[in-house]
């Protein structure tokens, strides 16, 4: 398991969320975002507004994701 959170100079966390490691290797891309993971663990490689985020935000390709469905 795989916790992300926001670690507070008071020693307090917030934000927690618990991701298996299995749901972050089965993404194609292996991304280190709790926000690019559905409640159910799914990744949202396959979400067109997610892609287009990833295309905007994080440098990838509409090429790379055809790769990835390869």
Request: aromatic share 0%; no cysteine; net charge positive.
């Given at each position: 398991?795989?916790?992300f959170n926001t670690l507070h100079p008071?020693?307090?966390l917030t934000?927690?969320?618990?991701?298996a490691q299995?749901?972050?290797a089965a993404c194609p891309f292996s991304i280190f975002d709790p926000s690019h993971y559905r409640s159910d663990e799914t990744c949202k490689c396959d979400d067109p507004a997610e892609q287009a985020k990833m295309i905007k935000e994080w440098g990838y390709t509409q090429a790379d994701f055809r790769?990835?469905?390869?």
């Open positions: 398991m795989v916790q008071d020693g307090t934000n927690v969320r618990t991701i299995d749901s972050l790769k990835a469905k390869k």
